[in-house]
């Protein structure tokens, strides 16, 4: 057997990379060693600095309470409005539907990060922080290697979850999203919305910090984006009121605007030799209905389940089990990526009988459960197998 520094070497120290160094940490009985390897540099993100807020279903933060990676700054959502602007047929989905207490929750970025960050510095997981690691793994090796600041770690496992892998399938949607937060005038505690346009979808959402306020994530073309980037916030914020319609009155915008270019990412091989590939690495796609982070920790638990018997043994073969993960994932990661890349391009074709098409969808899907309820199920919690 080669010579290894780790059972399991992670990389990128985001909430999925994160979580996963959380719940090796938590494994009861068992203490493989782990690595997460972070990059560290001027240019890069700042966690702590981002303004950004995450939308995570019931099934997530069932997940992140079991790591006490669950932050205290939350906004919850018990009611889903989906409608499509100039046309008729709306959706509605109710916590009251599924009997938990929320469908899903608005929780801050920095929040999420810091808390589980918190957690894996208090556990035995060793941090190597520096320029963005590189890996390598030769398909007949029995590790792969993982590079940082010119030293080279071998592991026997290593999780990549920052980073797009080269055999990645992407697709460019031609819209940038711009996130920012606003007052309402008649706020609806407890209420998301999902409003599809012409330009692309828009999403209002309870906001987990600022009282009466909605988080903003507007999708709309990169031209259109930089204008209302530009705009001062009076401007701004009467084209948003305008663009929303009157359900929650006038908005009023309160944190600065930014804009983040939309395309999807897929990667073909979630397993090559040693190398597993989860999270953003493995998919990022378009912000509607919020499926990113909720996807990628699924994908945390999934690897660990698959992983269990090695895990208790690891002079093992892990290959069988990184197989197991690559199968178990392949479903939930398809449904997934089709109805996150479905909505936004069907919504936005500017075709008269398309757009009647989807208001008729819409409201069939509030009028008839048995059509309803497979949809909000898996934005609940996701295919389970």
């Not at 031609?174 to 005038?185: C, G, K, L, V």
């Not at 690897?303 to 993960?325: E, K, Y």
């Not at 409201?363 to 059509?371: F, I, K, M, N, Y």
Request: glycine share 8%; aromatic share 6%; hydrophobic share 40%.
């Amino acid at each position: 057997m080669e010579n290894v520094d780790f059972d399991i070497a992670i990389i990128g120290a985001g909430p999925v990379g994160l979580a996963l160094a959380c719940a090796l940490d938590k494994l009861p009985g068992i203490r493989p060693t782990v690595a997460l390897f972070q990059a560290d540099h001027p240019v890069m993100h700042n966690p702590a600095q981002d303004t950004r807020v995450l939308a995570l279903n019931h099934g997530s933060r069932v997940f992140l309470e079991q790591l006490h990676g669950w932050p205290d700054q939350y906004a919850a959502i018990e009611t889903v409005h989906v409608s499509q602007k100039g046309r008729l047929g709306r959706t509605l989905i109710s916590h009251t539907d599924f009997d938990v207490a929320a469908l899903g929750y608005v929780v801050p970025y920095r929040a999420v990060h810091a808390s589980l960050q918190q957690h894996v510095n208090e556990g035995r997981t060793l941090r190597l922080a520096g320029a963005p690691a590189t890996v390598t793994s030769e398909p007949d090796s029995a590790t792969a290697c993982v590079s940082q600041n010119g030293k080279i770690y071998r592991a026997r496992i290593v999780v990549q979850c920052d980073g797009a892998k080269p055999d990645t399938k992407l697709r460019d949607y031609n819209q940038h999203a711009i996130i920012t937060s606003a007052r309402a005038a008649l706020p609806r505690p407890g209420w998301a919305w999902e409003r599809f346009t012409r330009e692309g979808p828009l999403a209002v959402l309870p906001h987990p910090v600022f009282a009466d306020a909605q988080s903003i994530v507007w999708c709309t073309s990169p031209t259109r984006a930089r204008e209302l980037l530009a705009a001062d916030d009076a401007n701004f914020s009467r084209a948003l009121t305008e663009h929303f319609g009157d359900r929650l009155g006038a908005f009023c915008v309160l944190e600065p605007r930014h804009i983040f270019p939309l395309a999807l990412s897929v990667t073909r091989n979630t397993v090559n030799g040693r190398v597993v590939t989860i999270g953003n690495a493995a998919q990022a796609l378009h912000p509607v209905a919020g499926q990113g982070l909720n996807l990628g920790l699924r994908d945390v638990a999934g690897l660990l389940r698959a992983l269990q018997p090695w895990l208790i043994d690891p002079t093992q073969d892990p290959q069988p089990a990184l197989t197991t993960f690559a199968g178990s994932r392949r479903t939930d990661r398809g449904i997934t990526r089709q109805l996150t890349d479905f909505m936004p391009r069907i919504f936005t074709t500017g075709n008269p009988l398309v757009e009647h098409a989807c208001g008729l969808s819409l409201l069939a899907l509030d009028l008839t459960e048995p059509l309803r309820r497979p949809l909000a199920r898996h934005l609940l919690q996701g295919y389970r197998n």
